[in-house]
T-cell receptor
Framework: SAVISQKPSRDICQRGTSLTIQCQVDSQVTMMFWYRQQPGQSLTLIATANQGSEATYESGFVIDKFPISRPNLTFSTLTVSNMSPEDSSIYLC?????????????FGPGTRLLVL | SQELEQSPQSLIVQEGKNLTINCTSSKTLYGLYWYKQKYGEGLIFLMMLQKGGEEKSHEKITAKLDEKKQQSSLHITASQPSHAGIYLCGADINSGNTGKLIFGQGTTLQVKP
């Protein structure tokens, strides 16, 4: 099965700063996504990371707050900008499509973010 | 309102007992995924169901998707402490295999030795 890694695994940040989270897949994949899991909550899709073009954001999420890059078929980054304590969450990337078994969507281990 | 409802929210069972977790939607589910999450960790993929009436099994876990593709169940037979964790159902409610998933609130399972 594909291996998805994320960096950093956790971080504690000050409000007003930004953090960039990296997601690396060990094979080329068609689709990559970013999700947020707020404390005690389930997962919410932030955006689809599109290779070579702008990400597609879900309702309630905007590019200025969560800029996303996807320079190739194995790598993506999510930046959480101008952070506030409400951004404290686990951020997870996922991948599907080519390079991943059909009918499967794998998730990375997550990045646990605490904003003070 | 939650588009994907999971029940029960939590479950405590004695080791060796069977249990069932349900996942229900008012919308057609074009792909239904079951994951297991241990506290603070990522999601472990269990199974994906796509066709109405489909059933899949892996070890002691069986998942089914109803004919209308609006409800799924996850059944664990002879539960073990290793089954403990949070079970999440995720679904693609968009036709065309978008991969964009919505998730239920999760079911926390404890298995008492």
């Amino acid at each position: 099965s594909a291996v998805i890694s994320q960096k950093p695994s956790r971080d504690i940040c000050q409000r007003g700063t930004s953090l960039t989270i990296q997601c690396q897949v060990d094979s080329q994949v068609t689709m990559m996504f970013w999700y947020r899991q707020q404390p005690g909550q389930s997962l919410t899709l932030i955006a689809t990371a599109n290779q070579g073009s702008e990400a597609t954001y879900e309702s309630g999420f905007v590019i200025d707050k969560f800029p996303i890059s996807r320079p190739n078929l194995t790598f993506s980054t999510l930046t959480v900008s101008n952070m506030s304590p409400e951004d404290s969450s686990i951020y997870l990337c996922s991948a599907a499509g080519q390079g991943i078994p059909q009918e499967t969507q794998y998730f990375g281990p997550g990045t646990r973010l605490l904003v003070l | 309102s939650q588009e994907l409802e999971q029940s029960p929210q939590s479950l405590i069972v004695q080791e060796g007992k069977n249990l069932t977790i349900n996942c229900t939607s008012s919308k057609t589910l074009y792909g239904l995924y079951w994951y297991k999450q241990k506290y603070g960790e990522g999601l472990i993929f269990l199974m994906m169901l796509q066709k109405g009436g489909e059933e899949k099994s892996h070890e002691k876990i069986t998942a089914k998707l109803d004919e209308k593709k609006q409800q799924s169940s996850l059944h664990i037979t002879a539960s073990q402490p290793s089954h403990a964790g949070i079970y999440l159902c995720g679904a693609d409610i968009n036709s065309g295999n978008t991969g964009k998933l919505i998730f239920g609130q999760g079911t926390t399972l404890q298995v008492k030795p």
